[in-house]
């Protein structure tokens, strides 16, 4: 094989003690070059994963928390490269990396809940170029027009029925329990659901509309335990046609659309887990269409996922595979929207009773995972228990939190009686 240079040009100085640097790398051969640079640049990237291994594991002392230690909630690395990845795109490279195996815990929800409630979020992998580039996006542009809504509908919930009959209750409630009095998934649905229905003081006859109605779990129990007639609207095809199944010969109308195209006039409205895909440049406008369709004397309940703080971005990870352009609101940002629309009649927080539902679909999820794998496969699996126990864990650490709000148009006369 030739090399570069195979004899001295005839005035090259010479030097007897030693060979020059540059001689010793133009007179090897091309491969050698490089191995020679490969090599070096492993070892610096050694050296730079041997470093931040430390710091993240100086980080995650502060919450107990151990790198490739015996405790069901500590971290097993198996690949060095996930420190640099964790600095540098932060949450999405944490996701990522845990789907494709570089790392487990086998206690995940766990992991999370230690993490968030010691906010280390906050001093790992927060301030990289890739995070302020989304939060700018945010800014400049409105992430859930119209013209998007329809997309968490393809990528989330027409996943397949199949999926979420094995993993939710038999009502098919894709949302909080109340399990204040409960000891099973299926007591904690049907006690949210009694629960909204007697807040929003449902009376025989009445009329319901139902914004992101899912497969018709409320909707149905309404209509049989409240003699209510309802509409609901979903942006999913899948939800429609098993919903209308479940509820076929109830007074209930499912619609296919945005709820920027609804019409008409109801006694009470209800939104059940959907604010979270509004976006806060729509806040106001839902608001809007949700007064346009309440009656002068109606109640509205908001049931939605919501943030500590006001942000304009949702979490990446859950963004990019779980939920695209979706965010969680603030108390602030709801109530900003609400202004000169309506009266705050009764607010409740029950955000950790969602760890438990969350655990529970968790555990529905894995006993039926035999059936689903053939269809879903092994790296949806891990994709699938990551989303369940991020979530149960930011609950768990109060990170996040679940209310349900009920609104009048002009406030109650004598007060709102609340229930719990």
């Known amino acids: 094989m030739p090399t570069f240079i195979t004899k001295k040009p005839k005035n ?9 640097e540059c001689q010793k790398v133009i007179g090897l051969h091309p491969f050698e070059v490089l191995h020679s640079y490969v090599g070096k640049a492993n070892h610096l990237s ?10 993240i594991q100086s980080v995650l002392e502060k919450v107990d928390v151990q790198i490739n230690g015996e405790r069901p909630w500590d971290i097993q690395i198996h690949n060095d490269d996930l420190y640099q990845r964790v600095i540098t795109q932060g949450s999405l490279g944490l996701g990522e990396a845990y789907v494709e195996g570089w790392w487990d815990c086998p206690q995940l929800d766990e992991l999370f809940a230690r993490i968030l409630r010691g906010r280390l979020q906050d001093r790992i992998g927060c301030n990289n170029l890739a995070s302020w580039l989304i939060i700018l996006k945010t800014k400049l542009r409105n992430l859930q027009t119209f013209s998007r ?30 399990w204040r009095d409960a000891d099973d998934l299926e007591t904690a649905q049907e006690a949210k659901l009694n629960l909204i229905c007697q807040k929003l003081q449902l009376q025989p006859g009445m009329s319901l509309l139902d914004i992101g109605c899912g497969w018709g779990s409320l909707m149905k129990y309404a209509a049989e335990k409240y003699g209510v007639s ?14 209308q199944q479940l509820c076929a010969g109830l007074p209930i109308e ?18 059940v887990g959907m604010f979270e895909h509004v976006g806060y440049k729509n806040y106001r406008q839902f608001m809007q269409v949700v007064a346009n369709c309440l009656k002068e004397d109606g ?8 943030n500590r703080y006001s942000v304009t971005y949702g979490e990446r990870w859950i963004d990019k595979y779980i939920f695209p352009n979706g965010m969680l609101p603030s108390l602030v940002q709801i109530f900003r929207a609400t202004e000169k629309l309506f009266v705050t009649e009764d607010l409740q927080n029950f955000g950790s009773d969602y760890d438990r539902t969350l655990m529970a679909w968790l555990e529905n999820f894995e ?39 009920v609104f009048s148009k002009k406030g109650i006369l004598g007060g709102y009686q609340s229930v719990r």
């Open 367 to 405: 006993s039926h995972w035999q059936e689903l794998q053939p269809k879903y496969g092994e790296q949806f699996y891990r994709h699938w228990k990551y989303y369940l126990c991020m979530m149960a864990g930011s609950f768990r650490a109060r990170n996040i939190q679940l209310w349900q709000i």
């Open 12 to 20: 090259f100085a010479k030097d007897d003690s030693s060979t020059s």
């Open 254 to 271: 499912f619609l296919l659309q945005d709820y920027r195209q609804l019409q008409g006039r109801f006694e009470r409205v209800v939104s």
């Open 149 to 178: 809504s329809f997309q968490v509908g393809k990528v989330h919930y027409d996943l397949g029925n199949d999926l979420y009959q094995a993993m939710l209750d038999s009502r098919l409630n894709y949302s909080c329990g109340y």
């Open 230 to 243: 309802c509409v609901g609207i979903t942006i999913s095809q899948e939800q429609i046609e098993l919903g």
């Open 299 to 306: 109640l509205f309940l908001l049931h939605t996922i919501g």
């Open 46 to 55: 050694h050296n730079l994963n041997h470093q931040l291994k430390d710091f």
